[in-house]
């Protein structure tokens, strides 16, 4: 039945158990995003412009990284698109969230918050891309 299927995919139980955990950590991730950053700021804390920038790229730079290891798939050009696929969903994430913050009353949203975002998302499938290719050159 099932396994059948599976199998002539190419695809074992760990392949999916894989893949399963990989998205499962990816929501987690993106649902608590989503409400950290849509709550209002806490109070007493500096307004360094910089350390926010950094600290948009970094959760977006590991986001792309986490759906990146979620999309993997077999063949250099299809993980190419793969990756492309992942920087656009997580920058259009990122976009959406600077717009949802408008709406809460407390936040406000932030073109170049979203540019950040975008930046690291980029980065981040970047970095994982380079990870990929030294995995597979090394036969891993």
Same mark, same amino acid.
């Given at each position: ?62 986001? $792309? ?21 992942? $920087? ?32 690291? $998302? ?19």
């Amino acid at each position: 039945g099932r396994c059948r299927f599976f199998a002539a995919l190419g695809l074992s139980g760990g392949v999916i158990r894989k893949r399963f955990a990989y998205r499962l950590v990816l929501a987690a991730y993106m649902a608590m995003v989503l409400v950290v950053s849509l709550r209002p700021m806490p109070s007493g804390l500096p307004e360094i412009v910089e350390i926010d920038k950094l600290y948009h790229f970094a959760t977006y730079m590991v986001m $792309a990284i986490l759906l990146a290891m979620a999309l993997q798939g077999e063949g250099r050009a299809v993980m190419r698109v793969r990756l492309w696929i992942a $920087a656009l969903m997580v920058s259009a994430y990122g976009a959406m969230v600077e717009v949802l913050q408008s709406f809460t009353g407390t936040r406000s949203a932030d073109i170049f918050d979203a540019i950040v975002n975008g930046i690291g $998302a980029t980065v981040g499938v970047f970095i994982f891309g380079l990870y990929m290719r030294w995995k597979g050159a090394r036969g891993g």
